[in-house]
């Protein structure tokens, strides 16, 4: 078999596991402190305990907490096949109380009590898997009330797991559901450094019994091995945790790098890493940057230079005087007229690099108008290092200066914040010095009457 088909079913492979959640997830479930083996003993020993329960799992979107919840209802499927009944609502769908359970309130309480009674009865506990919990929690609450209250019972035998994005979903509850609700919290935080390394091995390496040549398969682990190990893949891993964090975008940009794989070299390159890591950060901002005339780009660093001096509130006018004084600075040709530098103004408004920083004053005109960016630094900053005729002096020393500026600015403040503490405490010595004087002097002066 050519390398060229070994090579893509190792891409076909590799692809299957990032779009399986049990795949990924298993290796993390391993250990005791992890969501998966928390969440698992609270319903597992709800069900062999026969008592009732509520949990939230919290955590920004893409973390897993969905995929955790159904790998561990699967498996609890498996453990316990006649005595499990799952029901899955999503607050998307269903948060409205009548498209819940179609009837009225009163019903609803009546038709749930007697439900889990007949359901604690046959010995078999419901699950309620509340997707986007927190539309349950908006409007008056009925549906959540309806099934909390019917918990109460004795007879019922029920776990609710309530999954949200925002973490204070807990206080949105009322009063009355919040009394009845056990108040347990999973949070879903971003992978740590190791639990990315080893969903790396995980997922990446291939496995030795499979159809695949053995010969090929231990040395595309070992090239794989070689390239987790070198700080130049760390360094884009860490890139790109640091925008996104979250595990769902981390299969992304490994999906990504697979599809990037060449099938005649067979093997995973560090260039396919950086490839995906381009790809996925392009900024539509910085690529308008890149079209952008010197005159336009002269007038985002102004205004740029303008927000650094702690400016938010500036118009063309200022953006002018601002221009004027980069000029005198670094003399060059590119110093233009004032109606052509609002036609370049007027352009970066259509582009929507800029804009204005409120809707009134449309009566005004343009250039008295309050304007502000809305380009990022890092943009602005990486648009001027690809921009090909970019002046040195806008790409080097102006950018120093905005990281310079800054820095002295927090400096400064923080040196007067400490002579004025310093000055304090002097005048406080020095006037309890005085007071203690004017007290033994008073005291010698009795003493001696």
Not at 38 to 45: E, N, Q, Y
Not at 81 to 101: K, Y
């Amino acid at each position: 078999m050519g390398i060229e088909n070994l090579a893509e079913k190792a891409q076909i492979l590799i692809r299957s596991r990032l779009c399986s959640p049990n795949f990924i997830f298993k290796p993390l479930s391993d250990s005791p402190d992890s969501n998966y083996s928390k969440l698992k003993f609270i319903i597992s020993s709800s069900i062999m305990e026969a008592c009732n329960n509520s949990i939230l799992l919290l955590g920004p979107r893409g973390s897993g907490k969905v995929a955790v919840l159904e790998l561990v209802l699967s498996d609890l499927l498996e453990e316990y096949p006649d005595t499990i009944t799952v029901i899955r609502l999503n607050g998307l769908l269903h948060s409205e109380d009548n498209f819940a359970l179609k009837a009225s309130f009163d019903d609803n309480s009546q038709f749930m009590i007697a439900m889990l009674r007949e359901c604690g009865l046959a010995h078999k506990t419901v699950i309620f898997a509340l997707d986007e919990f927190d539309l349950f929690a908006q409007g008056k609450q009925r549906l959540l009330y309806s099934l909390l209250d019917a918990m109460q019972s004795v007879t019922s035998q029920a776990v609710v797991v309530g999954v949200s994005c925002r973490l204070d979903a807990d206080q949105l509850l009322e009063k009355r559901v919040r009394s009845r609700f056990s108040h347990r919290k999973l949070l879903f935080l971003p992978p740590s450094k190791e639990d990315v390394h080893r969903l790396l091995e995980h997922i990446l390496s291939l496995p030795m019994d499979s159809s695949l040549a053995c010969d090929y398969a231990a040395e595309f682990n070992e090239k794989l091995q070689s390239i987790l190990a070198d700080k130049r893949f760390k360094e884009i891993i860490s890139n790109y945790l640091n925008s996104n964090s979250t595990t769902n975008h981390l299969l992304r940009f490994l999906f990504i790098a697979i599809s990037n794989m060449e099938l005649k070299s067979g093997f995973l390159s560090l260039e396919n890493f950086k490839a995906a890591l381009s790809s996925i950060q392009r900024q539509p901002k910085q690529e308008c940057i890149k079209d952008c005339s010197i005159l336009e780009l002269y007038i985002l660093v102004c205004m740029k230079r303008l927000e650094v001096r702690e400016q938010n509130s500036y118009n063309f006018s200022s953006v002018m005087k601002e221009y004027k004084r980069v000029h005198d600075s670094f003399p060059t040709s590119d110093y233009y007229a004032q109606n052509v530098c609002l036609r370049a103004f007027e352009h970066l408004l259509q582009r929507e690099l800029i804009c204005f920083t409120d809707n009134r004053g449309h009566s005004q005109s343009i250039e008295f108008r309050q304007v502000k960016l809305v380009v990022s630094y890092a943009e602005l900053q990486e648009g001027l290092k690809s921009y090909r005729s970019c002046p040195i002096f806008l790409d080097d020393q102006e950018f120093q200066a905005l990281n310079f500026f800054p820095s002295c600015i927090r400096l400064v403040t923080r040196l007067s914040l400490q002579l004025e503490i310093w000055e304090k405490r002097m005048y406080d010595t020095f006037f309890n010095i005085r007071l203690h004087d004017i007290m033994t002097t008073a005291k010698l002066q009795r003493e001696g009457g």
